[in-house]
């Protein structure tokens, strides 16, 4: 069971299509089996990306993300996530 949801946002899913075969089924594989079942274990970002959480794919790729619990226990609300108003009420 993984206990967080994948909501990606309309850059992400743009982007992604643009990767070979091969780098899209080596995102899915870290999302499915790394981000989703255990986020916390990668790095909280600062400044300029404060709220997001980072994973590295190589020198030239990463992915960040946000896990929305953490954003309002630490109260950021730079992003706003696709649904952040539908949470938020």
Known sequence: MIPFELLQSPIFKRNFKNFDKKTQKRIDTIILEE???????????????????????????????????ECRELRIRLRRCIDCSEIDQ
Do not use: H, S
């Open 35 to 69: 981000v989703l079942t255990n986020p916390y274990n990668f790095t909280l970002m600062k400044y300029e990306y404060a709220g997001l959480r980072e994973v590295r794919l190589g020198r030239n790729l990463r992915i960040l993300f946000a896990i929305c619990d």
